[in-house]
């Protein structure tokens, strides 16, 4: 199995600050994706994080607002920007390994006051 | 669109009871279906998969779920409950091809009872 490591694990910050997100995997894998889980919520996905390219974002992410980088196969970040409380969550790295199983980091748990 | 549907939002059982978590999908072709757990301050632990081929799949901690393909489900069950089973439980579909995003159901909140 792959082994993520997401970095922070918890943060608290500032409304209108930036928080970048580093996910790190132990192996190379195809497919890299970042959700999202708000409290007491189910998962929502971000964003794909293509290598190479820019990531391909879901209905109702924008780049401006989650930039995300993968400059190889093992690395991703992503940043939330300009944080409001609303942005308040788990946010979670995700890797497709092993046959197709896709793994998640321990998360980053965010909390914006 | 695909969608995964969890009915029960809490269940609560005795410790040694039998459990069965329902999750119903919509895809119009072969989903690629998972079971995650969350406990209470951490990420997702894998607990099973199905792709292909047996119905029935095994997963870690004693559980096991059922690929019905006539009734779009995917029950997980266990025949003991443990008291270190309370937890969120979330059942998810993926495209088939692997590698792709995933579609979560809102999870099942588990209490297990002493």
């Known amino acids: 199995s792959a082994v993520i490591s997401q970095k922070p694990s918890r943060d608290i910050c500032q409304r209108g600050t930036s928080l970048t997100i580093q996910c790190q995997v132990d192996s190379q894998v195809t497919m890299m994706f970042w959700y999202r889980q708000q409290p007491g919520q189910s998962l929502t996905l971000i964003a794909t994080a293509n290598q190479g390219s820019e990531a391909t974002y879901e209905s109702g992410f924008v780049i401006d607002k989650f930039p995300i980088s993968r400059p190889n196969l093992t690395f991703s970040t992503l940043t939330v920007s300009n944080m409001s409380p609303e942005d308040s969550s788990i946010y979670l790295c995700s890797v497709g390994s092993n046959g197709n199983t896709i793994y998640f980091g321990e998360g980053s748990w965010l909390t914006v006051v | 669109a695909q969608s995964v549907t969890q009915p029960d939002i809490h269940i609560t059982v005795s410790e040694g009871a039998s459990l069965e978590l329902r999750c119903n999908y919509s895809y119009g072709a072969t989903p690629y279906l998972f079971w995650y757990v969350q406990s209470p301050g951490q990420g997702l632990q894998l607990l099973l998969k199905?792709?292909?081929?047996?119905?029935l799949v095994q997963g870690i901690k004693g559980f096991e779920a059922e690929f019905k393909r006539s009734q779009s489900s995917f029950n997980l069950r266990k025949p003991s409950v443990h008291w270190s089973d309370a937890a969120e439980y979330f059942c998810?579909?993926?495209?088939?091809?692997?590698?792709?995003?995933?579609?979560f159901g809102a999870g099942t909140r588990l209490a297990v009872h002493p």
């Open positions: 998810a579909v993926g495209e088939s091809g692997g590698y792709n995003k995933l579609i």
């Open positions: 199905y792709f292909s081929g047996d119905t």
